[in-house]
């Protein structure tokens, strides 16, 4: 089955700087990522997710760079703030439009973002 | 639109005792459903996935008979946690997904506390 790994799991940069998390995954075959802010006791909210026909998504700050034949993933977020600190989920799926389409999460990162 | 929401958000039971937790769907018709547990500061473990109108799939090591899922209709399904242990003390948070979406929706999570 499908394995993610996450890297770092604790992230801590200054206001303003940029964070990148990297994510890698086993199973060629998935070919949806998204990328989950949870803040404590809350819901995993998308920010931002990426299919495998494509080798980069960007949304203001946040963008997502995906590397098919590496099988790894990373997310990017420039001018970084207070508010952006929360954990960080990424996830891998394999999608076919069936009845299981279960998402594989990474072990989280926790950003800090230092005001 | 796409609001998933859960019912208890917290619920304190005693050990032996079992407890239900409700997911739905607000405003679309989910085919599926997914069931997550988190434990404090871990990333969010599938522990089934449940088709309307079907028998949940169990995730390895996920104990069927003590975590009783049902989904009867477009918009509800059911986590019973049945003899509730203090190790069963978590979060659990489901997610909803129509028919050949690839976006999982999440519910706000139910936090179980077994005394």
């Known amino acids: 089955g499908e394995n993610v790994e996450q890297h770092p799991s604790t992230l801590s940069v200054q206001e303003g700087d940029s964070a990148v998390i990297k994510c890698t995954y086993s199973?060629?075959?998935?070919?949806?990522f998204p990328w989950y802010k949870q803040e404590l006791g809350k819901r995993p909210q998308l920010i931002i997710d990426?299919?495998?026909?494509?080798g980069e998504k960007k949304d203001q700050r946040i963008a997502v760079t995906l590397n098919k034949t590496a099988k790894h993933f990373s997310l990017h977020i420039t001018e970084t703030q207070p508010e952006d600190s929360a954990v960080y989920f990424c996830?891998?799926?394999?999608?076919?439009?069936?009845?299981?389409?279960?998402?594989?999460f990474g072990t989280g990162t926790l950003l800090a973002v230092q005001p | 639109g796409a609001v998933v929401s859960q019912h208890p958000s917290w619920v304190i039971c005693k050990s032996g005792t079992s407890v239900k937790i409700e997911c739905r769907s607000l405003?679309?018709?989910?085919?599926?459903m997914f069931w997550y547990r988190q434990f404090p500061k871990q990333s969010l473990m599938l522990m089934a996935t449940?088709?309307?109108?079907?028998?949940?799939?169990?995730e390895q090591g996920v104990e069927k008979d003590k975590f009783l899922i049902n989904h009867a209709s477009l918009t509800l399904s059911t986590l019973t946690v049945t003899s509730a242990h203090p190790e069963d003390s978590s979060f659990y948070i489901c997610?909803?997904?129509?028919?050949?979406?690839?976006?999982?929706?999440f519910g706000p999570g139910t936090r179980l506390t077994v005394t």
């Open positions: 997610s909803a997904r129509t028919s050949g979406g690839v976006e999982q929706y």
């Open positions: 199973d060629s075959a998935s070919n949806y």
């Open positions: 996830a891998a799926s394999l999608n076919y439009g069936g009845a299981t389409n279960k998402l594989i």
């Open positions: 449940s088709n309307e109108g079907s028998k949940a799939t169990y």
């Open positions: 990426i299919r495998s026909n494509v």
């Open positions: 405003d679309f018709q989910a085919t599926t």
